[in-house]
Each structure stands twice: as structure tokens, then as C-alpha cells.
């Protein structure tokens, strides 16, 4: 769109017990094992357990994530989906 621009993706981890974004567009779905997001840079899937929400502002594009995280999976860019998951394993 005109005059739109992207906003930059980022991650922040503090341990494996939270995690900030930034770049965030939507939230395609969520539970406490798997919290699945678009960002400016693709599918990004947050896996762990116990995982909630803690702040989600769409506006700036911003997440914050409590809970234990064992993992972070990019997908490429939306709309270009990858097969093959974190650490070259092909996914299921």
C-alpha cells in the first residue's frame, strides 16, 4: 500500500522465559504450547509450554510472551512456506 511501510522484525529473549517482538502483524493462533505470529519477515512459531501473552499491541506491532520457551521457528517470508523447521528438521 502507499505510504505503508514495514516494521522491522525483532526478538528479544531474557532466558527462555520471555520473549518481546516487534514486527508483529497478527496472531494466526495460540495455546500454551504454540503461539504462531506474521511478522514483517514471515511465519514465526514460539514453542514451549505455559506460554501466555502478556501484551499484544497490534497497532505497534508488538508482543511480549511469558512461559517456558524451548524453541523458535521461522517459516520464510508470508505466503512462502517452508517444510523444513528450526535446525534444518523436516516438519511433520
Not at 495455546?31 to 519477515?41: A, F, G, K, P, Y
Not at 501484551?55 to 508482543?63: K, Y
Amino acid at each position: 500500500m502507499e505510504g505503508e511501510t514495514k516494521a522491522v522484525h525483532t526478538l528479544e529473549l531474557e532466558g527462555r522465559g520471555r520473549a518481546r517482538l516487534a514486527g508483529v502483524m497478527a496472531v494466526s493462533c495460540f495455546n500454551e504450547q504454540e503461539i504462531v505470529l506474521e511478522t514483517s519477515e514471515g511465519e514465526v512459531a514460539l514453542l514451549g509450554e505455559d506460554m501466555h501473552i502478556e501484551r499484544l499491541n497490534l497497532e505497534d506491532g508488538r508482543l511480549d510472551v511469558t512461559g517456558q520457551i524451548a524453541g523458535i521457528e521461522y517459516n520464510g517470508p508470508v505466503g512462502r512456506k517452508s517444510a523444513w523447521g528450526l535446525f534444518g528438521r523436516k516438519r511433520k
